[in-house]
């Protein structure tokens, strides 16, 4: 059997403890056209479900919750039901698009299906269509997204052949054997758990050094929970979404990394705290020093973020300095702060609870983020994700893709969320918002170009010559006084 880690299925625990969550990921290719007919788009996806088992695959959770959902085959599987169609209203454009992606993913997946989606978009202006590729996060993470593009798409204009697919479902597990087994893993972890502290004990020293390490993250990581300032910004949400696109062009990011020697992340986060700030402002609200944390999502991938589709992540709790007016001063505040953070081993510490929780009875483990998700969070406002993707031109059907925007699912109590993803030389900001509560979805997406044009103009601003050293005076001489 296939199971979900403890990280994959909390992200089922999270939309089935907030009934206005959906929580699904997705990224809209934006391609030249003409747009396919259904059966050649149908044809096409159909020739790459071979490389994705998990499109053909849906959750099924294990009698009472005694351990993790698990994967199974759909025998039931349709193609045509996980492929939409649709065209924007004349004259179509960016606005007519991002209200279409707010719509789309304000609803939920399936759950009785596969967990994914592939909507055509027709009438985008210059007679270019969109792909919107919607998938649950419990299936996989933006840097595994990207992984999904490349199985997905093409590195050049001419399509690969269509797999060879002999696929025939696997007869799943009944109820009875699910349960039987996760009662047989609840018995033997005792006995892995043992085997695992007998382990660590034969290094002590190693031992030690890392206990030492994860406390000090943990500390971290906790204090990163504390109340934030109260605003606007944060409480109930509705169902649904709007979503607004922000774009600006990789050179200038990277520009601003050099100038201030920070890295492209730092940039970002800059400029979102730069965007939140205005956003306070205009809502005659103070920014307030601890009025914005961020939950800040890390690859714990090794090199090149290959592996299995999945989730691998730890996070970062990181106060954005909206209190801080300057854009310069803003970035090297938040380069300074993420290295805090990253010397503090919070992100391993994190990486610690999750490879526990993989070792730890699943029912008191799912028990526990249920819990902790219906309690108000009064630490976090917003998730800032950041997705460097594809570093060729990809197609589709011998079409190029022109750009590839992201969108970052928002819940609880977070009623904004941002999302990058870089491609074809375009950094672009996914800005998904609680319809009622933050209709200033677009508003805020022009902040953020604009936080990035005043960072690029400040670090094209020579630095301030030092002001020059006090002339000693000669012995014997008083100053005089006027």
């Not at 990809?394 to 590839?404: A, C, D, T």
């Amino acid at each position: 059997m296939e199971y979900l880690s403890p990280l994959d299925a909390s992200f089922l625990d999270l939309e089935d403890a907030d009934p206005h969550a959906s929580l699904a990921i997705a990224s809209v290719a934006v391609l030249d056209g003409p747009a396919p007919g259904q059966a050649e788009f149908a044809a096409a996806i159909r020739g790459r479900l071979p490389l994705v088992p998990r499109y053909r695959q849906k959750v099924r959770r294990v009698p009472f919750n005694l351990g993790r959902p698990v994967w199974a085959d759909d025998p039931g599987f349709d193609l045509d039901f996980h492929l939409r169609r649709t065209a924007l209203a004349e004259p179509g454009g960016d606005a007519a698009l991002e209200r279409l992606v707010g719509r789309v993913m304000s609803q939920r997946l399936d759950r009785d299906r596969p967990l994914w989606e592939d909507w055509l978009i027709e009438g985008l202006p210059e007679g270019r269509w969109a792909l919107l590729s919607k998938v649950h996060h419990c299936m996989l993470d933006g840097v595994s997204g990207n992984q999904l593009y490349r199985l997905i798409c093409d590195a050049g204009p001419h399509p690969r052949r269509s797999l060879p697919d002999h696929w025939q479902p696997r007869t799943g597990a009944g109820a009875l054997d699910l349960t039987l087994d996760a009662l047989g893993q609840l018995a033997r972890m005792p006995f892995d758990q043992a085997r695992i502290a007998a382990r660590a004990v034969r290094t002590p020293g190693a031992l030690a050094a890392w206990l030492l390490r994860t406390a000090r993250g943990l500390a971290t990581l906790g204090a990163g929970f504390v109340p934030a300032a109260p605003t606007s910004l944060s409480g109930p949400l509705g169902r649904a979404r709007r979503y607004a696109v922000a774009r600006t062009p990789l050179a200038d990011i990277a520009a601003v990394s050099d100038a201030f020697a920070v890295s492209i992340n730092d940039v970002y986060l800059a400029a979102v705290a730069g965007a939140f700030r205005r956003l306070l402002l205009d809502r005659g609200e103070e920014p307030r020093a601890d009025a914005v944390r961020t939950l800040v999502p890390v690859s714990t991938r090794g090199p090149g973020g290959g592996g299995p589709l999945d989730n691998r992540l730890a996070s970062l709790l990181l106060v954005l300095p909206v209190d801080v007016g300057d854009p310069a001063e803003r970035l090297r505040e938040v380069h300074r702060r993420v290295a805090l953070l990253r010397a503090s081993g919070e992100v391993e510490a994190g990486a610690a609870l999750v490879a526990l929780a993989e070792r730890e009875p699943f029912p008191p483990v799912s028990l526990a983020i249920r819990t902790a998700l219906r309690l108000p969070q009064p630490g976090l406002t917003t998730v800032t994700t950041n997705v460097p993707g594809p570093d060729r031109q990809l197609y589709v059907l011998g079409r190029p893709i022109r750009e590839i925007l992201p969108y970052v699912p928002i819940a609880e109590r977070m009623r904004i969320g941002v999302a990058v993803f870089t491609y074809a030389g375009q950094a672009a900001f996914g800005i998904t918002t609680d319809f009622a509560s933050v209709p200033e979805a677009t508003a805020f997406a022009d902040a953020v170009t604009a936080e990035v044009a005043a960072l690029l103009v400040a670090g094209r601003r020579p630095a301030p010559a030092p002001a020059p050293a006090p002339r000693r005076r000669r012995p014997g001489r008083t100053a005089a006084v006027s």
